[in-house]
């Protein structure tokens, strides 16, 4: 069965940083797409940021000055790096993954079967 392990959150003050990892059951290159999502209670689902099989990334608009999306293919995990927090990125983050072929990942219409648990982030004032 195909697993994904979010790790990194953790409470930090405004202005400070995380390194989010997910860690995945096989090898990164399997997969078409890969993603990083919030939803912070009582809010929809937020994509962050999108990662294709041979590294092309997107970041959404709300988070693109601070927010960086990687991945390593010897360690099969991907990374969310968030500089400058802000209370507002308060959220429950997860990572999900699709073996559907996207000529782009970062298209609204892509679905992900593929979720891990999540890992939640406190950003203080």
């Known amino acids: 069965q195909v697993q994904l392990v979010e790790s990194g959150g953790g409470s930090v003050q405004s202005g400070g940083s995380l390194r989010l990892s997910c860690a995945t059951s096989?090898?990164?290159?399997?997969?078409?797409?890969l993603a990083w999502f919030r939803q912070a209670p009582g809010n929809e689902r937020e994509e962050l940021a999108t990662?294709?099989?041979?590294?092309?990334?997107a970041t959404a608009d709300s988070v693109k000055a601070r927010f960086t999306i990687s991945h390593d293919y010897d360690k099969n995990t991907m990374f969310l790096q968030m500089n400058s927090l802000k209370p507002e990125d308060t959220a429950m983050y997860y990572c999900?993954?699709?073996?559907?072929?996207?000529?782009?990942?970062?298209?609204?219409?892509?679905?992900?079967?593929?979720w891990g648990q999540g890992t939640q982030v406190t950003v203080s004032s």
């Open positions: 990662i294709d099989n041979v590294g092309v990334s």
């Open positions: 096989r090898r990164i290159y399997r997969y078409f797409c």
């Open positions: 999900a993954a699709t073996d559907t072929y996207y000529s782009d990942c970062s298209f609204s219409s892509v679905e992900y079967e593929y």
